[in-house]
């Protein structure tokens, strides 16, 4: 029964720790997904015009690399250096490991994603950039001493976010919330 091996590999995602630098922040890349899965139904209220069974497709299948390759922290500048790489070597690597059966919609999922050549994937590349805000505030109040302030995040978030005048809006409130609670 060679999918029992390849439905268990897919289970790996349950094991693959997030924010390894911050032991503060750990939750798993399933844990993640979740997350997304709820900002994804909240939001669907907000913005149009969305396939709402491909942006869940997409958040499923978004992370999967995860198993291969670890998660990479976003203020780790080296770690991101070889990401995109590093990520390509282990999709592949990762297709001939799940189920035969999963492997293409993997495969063009993976495609979609890192391309952002849909709206759909766009739309989960944004609210990835939110909802690890949302869980780090539930366990740390002092971003200052991580180097997290407004300007950093909105370095690296927000052109991710600005195709999405509701995400946008709900992120600028989101920091200006952070910003009152003085987490950054």
């Known amino acids: 029964m060679d999918d029992f091996h390849r439905l268990m590999k897919l289970m790996e995602l349950k094991d693959v720790k997030r924010y390894g630098t911050y032991p503060v922040f750990i939750d798993s890349t399933a844990d993640h997904v979740y997350g997304l899965m709820a900002f994804a139904e909240y939001f ?17 299948y978004h992370d999967l690399v995860e198993i291969e390759t670890g998660d990479v922290v976003f203020d780790d500048k080296k770690g991101r250096e070889t990401k995109e790489e590093e990520e390509s070597v282990a999709i592949a690597l990762l297709s001939d490991k799940i189920p035969v059966s ?11 994603y890192n391309d952002a050549s ?26 200052k001493k991580y180097g997290w302030d407004e300007q950093f995040l909105r370095n ?3 052109k ?15 920091l200006e919330e952070l910003k009152k609670q003085e987490y950054i």
């Open 118 to 143: 849909s709206r759909e994937a766009q739309f989960v590349k944004a609210i990835d950039k939110i909802e690890p805000m949302i869980h780090c505030a539930r366990l740390d109040k002092d971003w």
């Open 44 to 60: 669907f209220q907000k913005v149009s015009c969305l396939d709402r069974y491909k942006v869940m497709k997409i958040i499923l």
């Open 160 to 174: 991710y976010i600005k195709p999405f005048p509701e995400l946008m809006e709900f992120w600028n409130q989101l």
């Open 102 to 112: 999963l492997k293409s919609d993997f495969l063009e999922i993976a495609k979609e």
């Open 156 to 158: 690296y978030k927000d």
